[in-house]
């Protein structure tokens, strides 16, 4: 009985995994599935701002983005 028990239990866990790996790979097929985000300007124009003050960001040099 013990045998039985744990053929039950491995085959039950390969199908786990087996539909897992066929999710991932349905998922990994068609991205478009997923919705992209949108931003309004006032979306934008919230993000960077604090205290009603725009922030002051500037982009990193080549150099800058390597270090870091």
Known sequence: MSKFKHAALALVAASLMAVQAQATEVQAQSPQAMPVATFS???????????????????????EMKDT
Request: hydrophobic share 45%; net charge negative; no cysteine.
């Open 41 to 63: 300007q006032a979306d934008i124009n919230t993000m960077f701002e604090q205290a009603g003050k725009p922030m002051q960001l500037v982009a990193l040099s080549g150099q």
